[in-house]
């Protein structure tokens, strides 16, 4: 038996040690057509979607599906539009594991490359990443329906009514849920954003980092990149190691931002009770932090600068981009400059009105601009763009009475980090974020079942022994629990 086998054998064990209560609590619901209605719809099966299943599993909520639009194995930009080398937290980030030690990445790593190799590496490779994601999706026995995509949602009496779209043959399918959670990562919050300039080039000229960007055809090709983020300059050393002739990264600020405030806020107390704080001062922490924006690696900055072909040019705005021929002129404070192709390394736009799948949704949703007006100086509109959102994620009503369906669907997205801070698109959040997350579906199924529970409370007869001079059978403990585990005591 190998290292990994070991280790699932031990996993085993560990979740069977801690599976109490065992009992299936959740009453069923049948929808108009007799159908079994979903206690949870889980969009998304990355890291998040996963971590969320594993919390639903703990919690005996077992009647919930997860779908993702993408291919088997390439959920969350691990093998799609993240660049980098290696994860930019640190290794013994955990966090999908929800505090099981034998499911945390170190042991899976250990298990097949042993403690001294754990030692001695610097942080975990992407693909690393990826695949301890898909053996923990296996081990724990979580089934994700790949190639299934949202495109709608819409009340259902009290109820959700999602629409999904299979898109190996186009099939719609219609499915009724009493929460869904979307466990999107970035993408389904808005949009990738692109100054104007860039975005009125024809799109031969140019690419977001968030797209598929065909590198091999940049060889041998002049290539600026904008942004001084960790995005921009993972894109910039992925184009030099496909042979770019040059790679140059513009920015607009006269330095590199080197100081990472999100390691400052790495403690529990931040990550774990940020949420319960006032408006003015969540606001305040995520205007400045958002503002401030993520300093890239010392890794990653090495990765670019070790090219001769590699130059950084701050203070240098694109003020104007001017196609000439099959090349852009770059019109900056600090003068003209050429390239063959432009990559926006500009981040993401927050903006739930863009998403085609939030029609109906996010015109009703709350926001924090619906919600919370910042004192002078602390204004940021693209901050007031973000949902605001109530204690277990869900979504809250802009007008009160006016859409209370809301609340069944739980955000758990990069949009919740101004109500939230770090946490639905957060690794080193995600061992606070998503016991929280779980806790309030949980909470939520169990009061909308209080009169099912107060019934089944008051017709529970099960004695645990025989007076004397009674017939029959006590039912012993383990019939009692089994009676508990397929629900039959309802």
Not at 137 to 146: A, H, P, Q, T
Not at 181 to 210: K, N, Y
Not at 270 to 291: G, V
Not at 367 to 390: F, H, K, V
């Amino acid at each position: 038996m190998n290292g990994l086998e070991q280790l699932e054998r031990q996993a085993a064990v560990d979740l069977e040690r801690i599976a109490y209560p065992r009992g299936a609590w959740v009453p069923s619901r049948q929808d108009a057509a007799g159908r079994r209605v979903l206690d949870v719809l889980v969009v998304g099966g990355g890291q998040g979607g996963l971590a969320v299943a594993h919390g639903l599993l703990r919690a005996r909520v077992t009647n919930f599906r997860v779908v993702d639009r993408s291919e088997p194995g390439r959920e969350g930009p691990w093998l799609t539009y993240a660049r980098m080398a290696t994860l930019r937290s640190p290794k013994e980030v955990n966090g999908p594991d929800l505090d099981v030690p034998s499911l945390t990445f170190q042991a899976w790593f250990e298990a097949q490359h042993g403690a001294a190799a754990w030692v001695a590496l610097n942080k975990i490779a992407k693909q690393d990443w990826a695949a301890y994601l898909l053996w923990l999706r296996r081990v724990l026995g979580i089934d994700i329906e790949n190639g299934v995509e949202l495109t709608g949602i819409a009340p259902d009496g009290e109820h959700l009514r999602a629409t999904l779209r299979h898109l190996v043959d186009g099939r719609r399918e219609t499915v009724t849920a009493r929460k869904l959670v979307l466990a999107t990562g970035i993408e389904a919050s808005g949009r990738w954003w692109a100054p104007p300039q860039v975005e009125a080039l024809d799109r031969r000229f140019w690419a977001h980092t968030g797209d598929d960007i065909d590198f091999g055809a940049l060889a041998g090709r002049r290539v600026a990149v904008l942004g001084a983020g960790a995005s921009a300059f993972d894109n910039a050393a992925t184009a030099l190691e496909a042979g770019a002739a040059e790679v140059a990264v513009y920015c607009r600020r006269p330095e590199l931002q080197r100081v990472q405030p999100f390691k400052w806020l790495s403690f529990p107390g931040f990550l774990d009770h940020f949420a319960e704080l006032d408006d003015s001062w969540r606001w305040r922490f995520m205007n400045h932090l958002l503002t401030m924006r993520e300093a890239f690696p010392r890794e990653t900055w090495e990765r670019a600068a070790r090219h001769p072909a590699f130059r950084l040019e701050t203070a240098a705005e694109w003020q104007r981009c001017e196609p000439l021929g099959d090349t852009v002129r770059l019109h900056t404070p600090r003068g003209v400059f050429e390239a063959d192709f432009l990559i926006a390394g500009t981040g993401f736009d927050v903006d739930l009105s863009v998403r085609p799948e939030m029609a109906g949704i996010a015109e009703r949703a709350a926001l924090w601009a619906d919600r919370y007006t910042p004192p002078e100086g602390e204004s940021n509109p693209r901050l007031a763009r973000y949902p605001y959102l109530g204690p277990g994620f869900e979504l809250l009503e802009k007008v009160p009475g006016s859409a209370p369906w809301l609340r069944h669907i739980r955000l758990f997205t990069y949009a919740t980090t101004v109500s939230f801070g770090p946490s639905g698109a957060s690794i080193n959040a995600m061992k606070f974020a998503v016991p929280k997350l779980v806790s309030g579906i949980v909470g939520d199924l169990f009061r909308e079942d209080l009169a099912s529970h107060w019934d089944a409370l008051r017709s529970y007869d099960l004695p645990e022994f025989l007076l004397p001079g009674e017939t029959g059978e006590a039912a012993p403990v383990k019939a009692v629990l089994e009676r508990q585990a397929d629900g039959s005591f309802r």
